[in-house]
C-alpha cells in the first residue's frame, strides 16, 4: 500500500515538472522521451527482455500508440503551462469516463445509459472550470481558457491509447509498451525542439535527468510491484489522490492557490470518475464469478 501511494505521489508530482522546467512543453516531452528510452531500452537489455515486436502489424499499432501517447503528454503539459496544475490535473482525469464511453463504439456498441449520464455530470464539473460561466465579474484569460481545452484533449488522447493498448497490444509487457511510446514520441517530437540541447541549461537538463528517472519510470515500478500485491479495484481508486497530491504540492512549490470553483469542479469530476471505476470493477468481478 505504501509503495502504490508513493507512486501515485510521485506521478502527480510530474506535472509541476511543466511549470519548473524554463521550457515549452514539447521541448520537455521530447526531451523526457529520449532520455526515458535509453533508460527502458537499458532495462530491456540488463533484464534480458525481448525487444522486437511480433509483426509488421504491431508495429503499426505502436506507432499510433505512440502518436496518441505524444499528443497526450504534449497537450497535458501546456495545459498546465497554460493555466495551473489543478486544472492541468482535473481535465486530464476526465480520461476514465470518455474511456467507457469510447471503448465500446470498439465493439461496435453504444454506450449505456449509465454512461452517459455521468458523462453528462463531468461535463457540468467542467463548466464550473470556466468562472466567467458563473461569475459575471470574472473574465477568462485566453490562455486559461485553451489549457482547459488541452487537458481535454489530452485526456481524450490518453483514453484512446489506453484502449489501443488494452485491445490490440496486450501480449507485450509494461516495460516494452512504453519504450515504443517514448521512441515513437522522440522520433516525432525532437525534429520540432525550439531548443537544441546546447541551449538547454543546466539546471533544466538536471530537472529532466529528475523527472526522468524519478517521476517518470520509478512511478510505473512501484506500481507493477505494489499491483501484485493489491486488487486492481483498490490501485486504481487510489490512483484519483494524484490531483490531490499534485494540487497540494502545486501549492507548497509553486504557491498556486485553485479557485474555490476549480476545487468544486474537480471534486465533481473525480468523483464521477471513481463512481465509474466502482461499477466497471464491480461488474467485472461480476462477470469473472459466473460460470
Do not use: C
Not at 525487444?51 to 499499432?61: E, V
Not at 506507432?63 to 482535473?90: D, E, K, N, P, R
Amino acid at each position: 500500500m505504501v509503495k502504490l501511494h508513493l507512486g501515485v505521489m510521485l506521478l502527480g508530482v510530474s506535472g509541476l515538472f511543466a511549470k519548473l522546467i524554463q521550457l515549452p512543453a514539447l521541448d520537455i516531452i521530447a526531451y523526457r522521451s529520449l532520455l526515458t528510452v535509453v533508460l527502458l531500452l537499458a532495462i530491456l537489455v540488463l533484464s534480458k527482455s525481448k525487444i522486437r515486436l511480433n509483426s509488421f502489424k504491431d508495429y503499426k499499432i505502436a506507432l499510433i500508440l505512440g502518436l496518441l501517447a505524444a499528443l497526450h503528454w504534449v497537450t497535458y503539459f501546456t495545459s498546465i503551462q497554460m493555466s495551473s496544475v489543478a486544472v492541468g490535473m482535473i481535465t486530464l482525469f476526465t480520461y476514465p469516463v470518455l474511456t467507457v464511453l469510447l471503448e465500446p463504439l470498439v465493439r461496435k456498441k453504444l454506450p449505456s445509459v449509465r454512461d452517459i449520464l455521468i458523462s453528462v455530470v463531468v461535463t457540468f464539473g467542467i463548466s464550473m472550470l470556466f468562472p466567467s460561466l458563473w461569475s459575471s465579474e470574472i473574465a477568462l484569460t485566453d490562455d486559461y481558457l485553451l489549457g482547459i481545452v488541452l487537458g481535454v484533449v489530452s485526456a481524450l488522447a490518453m483514453a484512446l491509447r489506453n484502449i489501443g493498448i488494452q485491445h490490440y497490444f496486450t501480449e507485450y509487457s509494461g516495460t516494452q509498451s512504453m519504450f515504443y511510446q517514448f521512441l515513437v514520441t522522440a522520433i516525432v517530437l525532437i525534429p520540432f525542439v525550439g531548443n537544441t540541447p546546447m541551449d538547454v541549461s543546466v539546471d533544466n537538463w538536471q530537472l529532466l535527468i529528475l523527472l526522468t528517472a524519478f517521476f517518470s519510470a520509478a512511478p510505473h515500478v512501484l506500481f507493477a510491484s505494489a499491483i501484485h500485491k493489491l486488487s486492481a479495484r483498490t490501485a486504481g481508486l487510489i490512483a484519483y489522490l494524484q490531483p490531490l497530491y499534485g494540487i497540494a504540492l502545486g501549492f507548497i512549490i509553486l504557491a498556486e492557490v485553485p479557485k474555490l470553483m476549480t476545487l468544486l469542479g474537480g471534486v465533481i469530476i473525480l468523483s464521477a470518475a471513481i463512481y465509474e471505476t466502482y461499477l466497471s470493477n464491480k461488474q467485472a468481478k461480476k462477470l469473472y464469478k459466473e460460470p
